[in-house]
């Protein structure tokens, strides 16, 4: 099972688009450079962390799960030769390691948990909630870059909805400080899907992906 | 300002094929309309951003660097990767998730006059239990012999479902859109919280137990231009609605044993016979018959559901106050006192 899904992933993959830091990030994983692995926990694990709550019975148990893929991804010595392979990769262990630990508390409480396997064999579940965990995590990763009153400037105009005369007076900001911060921060949520043909690529496939039952 | 981002506006709009290509991805999955929903909603987005940011990397490294070994770099870099999505589509699913704060549109209530809602229903048998993930990312974990009917995607302007049997929720916080379950002859609204509902057919009430946030309890009303009587629940509280005497006053009641099944537990605490029998009939399938009284008798423990039934039946005779005889087509019968 493990395997073919895998597989399944990696066909997934599409339109790598390289950068320059991607690469650089790659070559450092390889060559055992501890700093790309900082980086890489540093970008990747929160995102990880919702993802396996979704498979877990308890939240609580997700930060271990997580932090034994990336354990599990040191020693495993692999290369990967896109930033796309190695998250593939990085979904598959977590998602596994999720059902090992359901698994195991399984067989001390045999029948009880047996829907929730299941549940989380199920590919197209899976599928989803990669989905989910990678739309939310450019949106997470573009806010998490912005500086602190940036930020606050994006969560009060878009999670309270305030104007910007409202957020003016509540961060005691000047109303062309506001505009200007909140211009900011919508450039760079902007920047992170800029490009029109890959996503359009993507949508796509995956669509193929999505309709094949037998995948 | 507003020249600029309209600017930005005119220079990205989604062409007729796009949108053609964007409705088929849609279409072609159900929950690629539940995931676009789950994103189009803020306070669902702003949630999940939240619980993202909650996390603490520096223990992560910390606790990972140390497991392998390996010695902490000088200095932590600040810099996160620019990753190109991996799944190209979640990016256009973002933008259009984002679109309505791009454009500096108000987000009023969405027209509904779209095709007609979709519903699924997912059933458990005896000795079964289920999660399931609605679209507004809520869960519920269905217990033994429940069932549940919900829409594929909510529109309108609450989510309803309606369960029979037992399930436990925990709701995705949304204002604006009230979350009312159903079950039997009682509704529940509630806003984003954590309860129990009961409402086996062969229990005699329909009881809704409160364990975070708030809910406001009401007995269903055939009757039309009849006032609504309702409760409002505080956490810890249970409230019942019966067919005979309508709705009670909100009791404290130990929560534990109200979730105990969540957790494969029987809990019981000076529980009555009839009650407990009721509960192994569902987890087992097994039919019950009594023969003599036993209302009075109660009784307080835990036992894993795992366990085979004649291991709970013996814990139970070993109290001398009951005893059971098993008949060939798995009916228990109960009896008082010892043999």
């Not at chain 1, 990085?90 to 029948?111: A, K, Q, V």
């Not at chain 1, 199920?122 to 989803?128: C, F, G, Q, R, Y």
């Not at chain 1, 211009?183 to 949520?189: D, H, P």
């Amino acid at each position: 099972m493990a395997i073919s899904l895998y597989c399944g992933y990696n066909h997934l993959v599409v339109a790598a688009l390289f950068t320059l830091q991607e690469e650089e990030i790659l070559t450092r994983l390889s060559v055992g450079d501890t700093a790309a692995l900082e980086i890489l926990i540093r970008s990747y694990y929160p995102v990880l962390c919702r993802f396996a709550e979704k498979f877990l019975p308890d939240a609580s148990l997700a930060k271990d799960v997580v932090q034994e893929s990336f354990i599990k991804l040191w020693k495993s010595n692999k290369s990967f030769n896109s930033t796309q392979a190695l998250k593939v990769y990085l979904y598959t262990i977590t998602r596994n390691g999720c059902l090992d630990l359901i698994r195991s508390r399984n067989r001390l409480d045999n029948r009880h948990q047996q829907a929730t396997i299941e549940a989380a064999e199920t590919l197209e579940p899976v599928l989803t909630e990669i989905i989910r965990a990678e739309s939310v995590a450019l949106i997470f990763q573009a806010v998490k870059a912005m500086p602190a009153k940036m930020q606050q400037v994006f969560f009060l105009s878009y999670r309270d909805g305030l104007t910007v005369s409202e957020i003016a007076t509540q961060l005691g900001m000047n109303l062309k400080a506001v505009k200007k911060q909140k211009y900011k921060a919508l450039v760079a949520l902007r920047g992170r899907f800029s490009k029109r043909s890959e996503p359009l690529l993507g949508l796509l496939t995956t669509a193929a992906l999505l309709a094949d039952k037998n995948l | 300002m507003a020249a600029l981002i309209h600017k930005m506006r005119e220079k990205q709009p989604l062409l007729p094929a796009e949108q053609q290509e964007l409705a088929d991805w849609l279409n072609s999955n159900e929950s690629n309309t539940q995931l676009l929903e789950t994103l189009q909603n803020r306070e669902n987005l702003t949630a999940e951003l939240e619980a993202l940011m909650q996390y603490d990397e520096d223990n992560a490294v910390a606790a990972i660097f140390s497991a392998l070994g390996e010695p902490l770099p000088a200095v932590a870099p600040k810099a996160t990767i620019k990753m190109g999505s991996f799944l190209a589509a979640a990016s256009l699913l973002v933008l259009i998730g984002l679109a309505s704060w791009f454009y500096l549109l108000k987000t009023g209530s969405t027209k509904n006059g779209g095709p007609s809602i979709v519903y699924k229903t997912i059933s458990t048998a005896p000795g079964e239990q289920h999660r399931v993930l609605l679209a507004d990312g809520s869960e519920v974990w269905l217990s033994a012999a429940s069932s549940i009917r919900y829409p594929a995607s909510f529109k309108g302007d609450t989510r309803e479902v309606a369960i029979t049997g037992e399930a436990y929720f925990s709701v995705t916080k949304d204002k604006t859109k009230p979350f009312l379950v159903t079950a039997n002859n009682a509704q529940v609204q509630v806003v984003g919280t954590k309860f129990d509902v009961m409402a086996y057919s062969d229990e005699d009430a329909t009881r809704v137990t409160l364990l975070e946030g708030s809910v406001r309890v009401g007995r269903r009303q055939r009757a039309e231009g009849r006032e609504e009587e309702t409760v409002v629940l505080k956490p810890g509280e249970q409230v019942s609605v019966s067919r005979s005497s309508g709705l009670s006053q909100p009791i404290p009641v130990q929560t534990d044993e109200v979730t105990a099944w969540r957790e494969g537990q029987f809990r019981f605490n000076e529980t009555d016979i009839p009650s407990i029998m009721r509960q192994i009939a569902r987890w087992y399938k097994v039919k019950i018959e009594y023969n003599g009284a036993v209302d009075d008798i109660h009784f307080s423990g835990q036992i894993s559901r795992k366990e085979h039934i004649n291991e709970l039946l013996d814990i139970l005779s070993d109290t001398r106050k009951v005893h059971f005889e098993m008949t060939n087509d798995s009916t228990i019968v109960v009896i008082p006192g010892h043999k």
